[in-house]
């Protein structure tokens, strides 16, 4: 059943992108104002997907790769509804959307189906909400890593004086950077409840507090991240350079989210 | 009935003339009311700007007054005729309405995607409208003919991309700062460009403008055009601190503003972006403060060469532009023709109701005393005969889908049972 539901919720998000498209090269708004109201249903549809899962399974799905990288898609597409509704800029999407539809559709995919019995120590509402805060927090990097993006794109394009063809439909620079603050500003607090929550979990089964090679790297991902935030209120970092750091920010995670997790860690392993 | 028009613009008419025809809205208004008197034309607007003066109207039958309303403009302005010989361009129906919906996309520009056509287009029918000079027909092509501008506006390139130095510094601006208003401006030497620019980012809803200038007259002068400061040139430095946006056109034969200069000034202003635009030559700004973070440099060659860029792609999009137009030009005429097919049939239904009520009356008179039921029955009998004859051609004549066959129709209709003599 919730494989089917996350066909839909694919296809659904696949037509919300080619609004978002149509929307940048026809500059109609009404397909703008259209795709964001896909975007609300195809996250309904793959909300719906996820609970009947979690229904099978009798809780929160995290433990196999549908799980994970479904949460992931679901919470990436739901960070930037809400981005755009905070800032008022829908060009963003066409841009963004891609993320959410590889994730989805290489989480359904790759599924293996039959029931993982889970484990008692995968039970419970801290290890429930220490595992949503770190992927919501890393969602809210990801969008934060295609604002970054955008912002160099478009820096590089002002520099060059060379407006390309996008130039006059992508946002401004200030605009841009605004976002990109909101969704780390969002990010590294969630983050670092995450950690913490992970950190109560472990004692509650015992474990003092272990070094794991995961834990390692979402510090690090975490210090990353609180530095651009400073420096982008100092200003001396404005700009491009606190997208580079987003950037890099994005890099540690993905190496932390593939390397770490499928050669170091002990009990980070997702599936 | 058909739709007319007769006018000239920059292509038919060099400047001496077309400055001779110009209407002024209050001649525009004496104008419209003498044209409804005069009884040529049913509805009437006049477009006039500084590239065109044209005439709209609806005729009453299938003749153009062209004649007349070529004199009738010559009177007007008191030119001899012979001097417009040539000038004047007519065009009906289709034509006209192709001709109006291209101009109010800015098609028939002389620039081509130039912003104003449209809210002149819109003015000379808010004009008319309240003039009472236009009805259903001349309303519903100039409501369409704002749409339409509106529409090629939004859907293409022709009108997004600055063509004008001016625009482009202003464009690249809102790029860099998004919402331009608020954003304060300095002004380095009071020259006419700078004023244009001054002028665009005013447009853009900057308010907060300081000038320097050698000449502090000079400085004080355009600072009091646009509400602005005027600050003495020995406080540069101070002025420089709060600025977004920094306009350069200067006479100083060196740089004006250094890299030194500037790498001092971001530390104390937070390395908040900076945007210089030199369009003095020769150039009042180091190139090499664009290596200080943040800082954009765009000089006069930037502005002009990102302009003829701009106005490459613009004509790039022309096709797209007139394939809207296209579309439209084809939407309306549908709802012209639909006009004649529907006061046709509701004519022919009244004149034949109207036989139908005279001969009954006629005929209930000479068969003597009826009973209430009789005369129901023969009441009943007439109307469905004739609701009988007429249902074909209604139906058929609703139906033709070809604009032409049904004009064709109606046209026939019309004149084989002599309907043109009511109002309708």
């Known amino acids: 059943m919730y494989i089917i539901l996350s066909w839909i919720a694919v296809l659904s998000y696949l037509v919300t992108e080619t609004l978002y498209w149509l929307n940048l090269v026809s500059r109609k708004l009404a397909y703008a104002k259209l795709a964001s109201r896909f975007l609300v249903i195809s996250l309904i549809i793959h909300f719906t997907a996820m609970l009947a899962r979690s229904r099978q399974l009798h809780l929160v799905p995290y433990k196999d790769l549908y799980g994970s990288l479904s949460l992931f898609a679901w919470m990436v597409a739901l960070i930037y509804l809400a981005l755009e509704f905070r800032h008022r800029q829908k060009s963003v999407g066409a841009f963004l959307l891609p993320i959410p539809i590889v994730l989805l559709l290489l989480g359904t995919l790759l599924n293996r189906p039959g029931t993982h019995t889970p484990s008692a120590e995968l039970r419970g509402m801290l290890f429930a909400y220490h595992v949503t805060s770190n992927i919501f927090a890393y969602s809210a990097f990801t969008v934060s890593f295609i604002l970054s993006m955008l912002y160099l794109l478009q820096h590089h394009q002002i520099r060059v004086r060379r407006p390309g063809l996008l130039f006059s439909r992508l946002p401004s620079l200030e605009l841009l950077e605004r976002m990109n603050r909101t969704s780390v500003a969002v990010g590294v607090p969630v983050l670092l409840c995450g950690i913490l929550l992970g950190s109560l979990w472990a004692r509650k089964l015992h474990v003092l507090w272990e070094w794991d090679p995961k834990l390692v790297w979402s510090i690090i991902t975490l210090l990353v991240y609180a530095g651009y935030l400073f420096l982008e209120k100092k200003g001396t970092w404005k700009g491009k350079r606190s997208a580079i750091i987003s950037v890099c920010g994005f890099l540690i995670i993905i190496f932390s989210y593939s390397v770490v997790n499928l050669f170091f860690s002990s009990f980070h392993k997702f599936y | 009935m058909a739709i007319f028009l007769v006018g000239l613009n920059h292509i038919t008419a060099p400047v001496e003339v077309r400055e001779r025809v ?343 008179r000479k068969l003597g005393p009826l009973g209430e039921r009789e005369r129901n029955l023969i009441d009943a009998l007439t109307q469905s005969i004739v609701n009988k004859i007429l249902h074909e051609p209604t139906i058929r004549l609703k139906r033709t889908a070809d604009e032409r066959e049904r004009r064709d129709h109606a046209k026939a209709l019309r004149y084989l049972f002599d309907l043109d003599k009511e109002e309708w």
């Open chain 2, 22 to 364: 110009v209407f002024t809205p209050e001649q525009s208004r004496t104008a419209l009311t003498q044209l409804s008197e005069n009884g040529w034309l049913r509805e009437e607007v006049i477009l006039s700007t500084c590239n065109r003066s044209e005439i709209y109207g609806l005729t009453e039958g299938e003749l153009s007054p062209l004649e007349e309303i070529r004199n009738f403009v010559c009177e007007f302005h008191h030119i001899p005729p012979d001097a417009l010989n040539g000038c004047f361009y007519h065009q009906t129906q289709e034509e006209a309405v192709r001709h109006l919906f291209r101009v109010a996309s800015s098609l028939d520009s002389q620039v081509v995607g130039e912003p104003h056509i449209l809210g002149q287009v819109r003015n000379a029918f808010v004009l008319a409208l309240e003039n009472k000079s236009t009805g259903i027909v001349l309303n519903r092509l100039f409501q369409k003919s704002v749409e339409v501008g509106k529409r090629v506006r939004a859907e293409t390139e022709i009108g997004s991309r600055p063509v004008s130095l001016s625009s482009v510094a202003v464009e690249t601006a809102a790029k860099i700062f998004g919402k331009l208003e608020g954003r304060a401006v300095l002004v380095l030497g009071a020259g006419e460009m700078s004023e244009l620019t001054v002028e665009s980012l005013a447009l853009h809803g900057v308010g907060n403008f300081a000038v320097t200038n050698r000449s502090f007259d000079r400085a004080q002068e355009l600072a009091a055009k646009f509400h602005g400061t005027a600050i003495p040139w020995e406080k540069l430095d101070e002025a420089l601190l709060p600025p977004d946006i920094i306009i350069s056109s200067t006479s100083s034969p060196d740089f004006v503003i250094t890299k030194s200069h500037l790498e001092r000034l971001m530390s104390s202003r937070k390395h908040r972006p900076m945007f210089f635009i030199d369009i003095a030559l020769p150039r009042d700004i180091d190139p090499r403060v664009q290596e200080v973070y943040n800082v954009y440099l765009y000089n006069l060659d930037d502005l002009k060469s990102i302009a003829e860029g701009n106005r490459a792609e613009r004509e790039k999009d022309i096709p797209r532009a007139e394939k809207i137009v296209e579309e439209e030009v084809r939407l309306f005429m549908h709802w012209l023709e639909g006009l004649t097919a529907v006061p046709t049939v509701t004519s022919l239904r009244k004149k034949v109701e109207q036989i139908r009520t005279t001969e009954l009356e006629a005929h209930l």
